[in-house]
């Protein structure tokens, strides 16, 4: 009895093993959140993009992303609470084109000297809804490529796995109607008037 149980031990320890060799392991990413959402037009809303080097140590990051200009405008990219990395070596915004970009080191200096594996968030994207529809935020990312979104080890070798990364897809609603101070939806009461001697007065 003893030795049947230790057997069936073993194969669940086997095939605990399997399963955990075969699992799909994320490679080092960015990524938006969050990833989805519904927005009414008009509005603005906040996406942090944040970073996941996985095992790997990282001495810069560049997160490249496109936007549906017909339907959002970035208002700002601001630093969050708590940076993965503290210096930023750029925030650039193109609202026309639908593009912006940003770059990121621990070091804040030129050599790049210093690298660290990092996880958690880089930026906070504050975006204003303009039309109504679906509206699509992507990194640009192509391996081999060092011109696009990047993870760069402390070799200056991008690691990114662009399929790792998580994109986002934001929905924009009409505005619910009802009727506002500045924006009324009926037209006031008119008051009758009587002139008498040419001076007019109300009832």
Known sequence: MRKFCLILVLVFLFEVGTAASNAVVAGPMLKLTPSSGSHNN??????????????????????????????????SIENPASPA?????????????GKMDMSFNPSGDSTLSES???????????????NTGTARVDFTCQAGSTIDTNIFDN????????????????????????TTADDPTTAPTAVPTTVVNNVTAAP
Request: aromatic letters at 10%; hydrophobic letters at 45%; glycine letters at 10%.
């Open 42 to 75: 008009g509005s603005t809303f906040e996406v942090t993009v944040g970073v996941d080097s996985g095992t790997a140590k990282s001495m810069a990051v560049d997160a490249f992303l496109t936007f549906d200009a017909s339907k959002l405008e970035v208002v």
């Open 85 to 97: 990395f503290v210096f930023t070596m750029g925030k650039n915004i193109y609202n026309s084109d």
């Open 116 to 130: 660290t594996v990092i996880k958690g968030d880089l930026a906070v994207i504050k975006f204003k809804a303009k």
């Open 155 to 178: 070799q200056g070798i991008d690691v990114i796995d662009c399929a790792s990364n998580l994109n986002g897809s934001y929905t924009i609603t009409a505005a619910s109607g009802g």
